[in-house]
């Protein structure tokens, strides 16, 4: 390397850098990140305490780490160099052809063993009849699609498990498994898409010995064909093609109420305003609330159901709302108080603690169950 070409180097890196720096200072902090989904750190707040206990340097970090220019456009170059070199997992996340799939990590065996000991408790508590329904992710059911090698947790141990907990199951793993050559998960989101919430809705319907409305009674609409998920926001690929985003059951003739901030107000089955923002999905039901009431008069003898569950239950929601009565849907992050005196205060008449599996193995929310 000669001197000439050593110091053309050095000049074009130091112009390099300085133009980042420069770039940082004229462009305005952003406060979140559409791509990414996520609130972006701020400049920390200077203290000697902080300073002393090395949390202000990390701080520091994070916040340049987070407002670095062109951040977006760096994470996608950076995913897409790694594909080149032959990687296949990208922080968590695999690459499975146009899919990603998220990896799930070993859980604390002890956690799951406690999470399920919970909803047994429950069922011990109460008279009325409690269900346990756990979704297998994609990894599980898609399995066949991961790269060779990949690691991914055998959520059939947690299966096997639940079944020996003497609580009725519901059985959402046989009926996705069945149809697993279609596109029952979003491609570049972790969450079932509307068509896998359909058969994870004939497997409830199935449990409950009750018959399912047909798949050609429903009245598709595209609601959004630029669906871009978490796990796109994860991975930093973003060269697939968006998933498209569809509702099933109609939004008419029903009350819904929720409560976001404890007080009741009028709710939706579909927030179509979250399909002009980058979290689409939360347009099922309007995404994470403490508690929603689905009530559909039309079917005044269809009974009434609790779901204890987490996000997937969104766009399953729609689909229960056309064969019961009330459908209350409990999220136990915000939630706080008995569920089972919920149910019994709201004369429900069967309870359903509904979960992905990978969500199911790592929430420590499930305690309350024993309230």
């Known amino acids: ?168 199951l519901i059985d959402f793993k046989t009926v996705l498994s069945a149809h697993d050559d279609e596109p029952i998960f979003y491609r570049t989101d972790h969450h079932w898409a509307t068509l896998g919430a359909y058969y994870g809705y004939t497997a409830v319907m199935d449990a409950f010995g009750r018959e399912a409305i047909k798949e050609s009674d429903f009245t598709l609409e595209t609601a959004s064909s630029d669906f871009n998920g978490t796990l796109y926001s994860q991975s930093g690929i973003h060269w697939l093609e968006p998933d498209t985003m569809v509702f099933w059951a109609e939004d008419t003739g029903l009350d819904i109420t929720s409560w976001r901030n404890g007080t009741p107000e009028p709710g939706s089955l579909y927030d179509r305003s979250y399909l002009e923002k980058k979290d689409k999905y939360s347009a099922f039901l309007g995404g994470n609330q403490p508690l929603c009431v689905i009530k559909n008069e039309a079917i005044p003898d269809g009974g009434k159901i609790l779901l204890i569950r987490d996000s997937y239950s969104d766009s399953l929601a729609p689909f229960l709302a056309q064969s019961f009565s009330e459908v209350h849907l409990l999220d136990l992050r915000y939630y706080r108080s008995p569920a089972a005196r919920y149910a019994e205060e709201n004369g429900i008449d069967a309870i359903c603690v509904l979960y992905s599996a990978q969500n199911f193995i790592s929430d420590r929310n499930l305690v309350l169950l024993t309230q």
């Open 1 to 168: 390397m000669t001197k000439a070409y050593s110091r053309f180097l050095t000049a074009f890196f130091c112009i390099f850098l300085g133009g980042l720096l420069v770039l940082h200072i004229l462009l305005p902090d952003r406060e979140t990140s559409e791509t990414e989904n996520r609130t972006l750190a701020q400049v920390p707040e200077f203290s000697w305490a902080a300073l002393v206990n090395g949390s202000f340097t990390d701080d520091v970090e994070e916040y340049f780490a987070d407002q670095f220019p062109l951040r977006d456009g760096w994470t996608g170059l950076k995913a897409r160099t790694e594909q080149l070199i032959g990687k296949s997992e990208f922080n968590g996340v695999y690459l499975c052809g146009d899919t990603l799939i998220s990896k799930v990590e070993t859980p604390d065996a002890e956690l799951v063993k406690k999470n399920l000991s919970y909803v047994t408790r429950l069922a011990e508590k109460t008279d009325i009849p409690v269900y346990l329904g756990l979704i297998p992710s994609a990894a599980e059911v898609w399995k066949e699609k991961l790269p060779a090698g990949a690691e991914s947790w055998d959520q059939t141990q947690l299966l096997d498990a639940a079944a020996e907990t003497g609580v009725p």
